[in-house]
């Protein structure tokens, strides 16, 4: 399986990409982003240019410039996000829906055989018509990423997403969160099983999908946890 990852350098991304290094059914990863990639560490290993390639694309609502890249990929795993808080809507639609719309759009041109997978999150409004900014933006995207002709297109919307093997958020007060529930993860977890999920989790998941399908084309946190 050939993929196309977006969003590596983020916390959901880079569990995402671990978990495709590590499985041997991935023959290659495009990584693509406006700035170079971080190092990547060896995993068990592993080096990860063996099947890692970054791809530096400035504008992310234009790929004419690289299109000879991009076709020949059987997945799109799809994790780029901010979080709404403190942007105004135009700003968190154009990151939200714009750049994710201007991606798929392009990939499902090139790959018509794709399996698109989106990381949206818990509390989307997919009706596009409630209270919540960000819940109508994502539902927005969720319903127009669903419209394109791929193969095939879920949407993940985790909840609560415990990050594994050294992973960190890139947003200092996520970072600081995390650190100070990390104690209370454990209870959490026992008493919410299906709602708190780790970033290996959600990387195999994501795998899964991508390979075998699922019977409907949005999946909660508690679906999520069953893949």
């Given amino acids: 399986m050939r993929v196309v990852l977006f969003g590596a350098s983020g916390m959901v991304g880079q569990g995402v990409l671990r978990e495709c290094l ?3 059914e991935v023959d290659a990863v495009l990584s ?9 560490p060896a995993i068990r290993g592993l080096d990860p240019k063996r099947k890692l390639r970054h791809l530096v694309v400035d504008d992310l609502c234009d790929y004419s410039a690289v299109e000879s890249e991009l076709p020949g990929f059987d997945a799109c795993f799809f994790c780029l996000g ?7 809507e135009d700003r968190y639609r154009r990151v939200t829906f714009d750049i994710t719309l201007a ?18 999150g818990s509390g989307t409004d997919s009706t596009e018509k409630g209270r919540s900014m960000w819940a109508r933006v994502k539902g927005e995207t969720e319903n127009a990423l669903l419209r394109l002709p791929f193969k ?16 960190t958020s890139r947003t200092r007060s996520y970072r600081i969160f995390y650190a100070l529930l990390k104690p209370l993860l454990p ?11 780790t970033t290996e989790q959600l990387g195999l998941a994501m795998l899964r999908v991508a390979r075998n399908g699922y019977p ?12």
């Fill in 152 to 167: 095939a297109a879920y949407m993940f919307r985790p909840g609560f997403i415990q990050p594994l093997h050294g992973i």
């Fill in 187 to 197: 209870l959490l977890r026992a008493a919410f099983p299906q709602s708190i999920i």
């Fill in 216 to 227: 409907k084309p949005i999946l909660e946190a508690a679906d999520i946890s069953r893949v």
């Fill in 22 to 24: 590590l499985d041997p």
């Fill in 32 to 40: 693509i982003g406006r700035s170079a990639l971080p190092e990547v």
């Fill in 82 to 88: 901010v979080s709404s808080a403190g942007m105004s």
């Fill in 103 to 120: 991606a798929a759009g392009t990939l499902s041109r090139l790959n018509p055989g794709m399996t698109f997978l989106y990381i949206s």
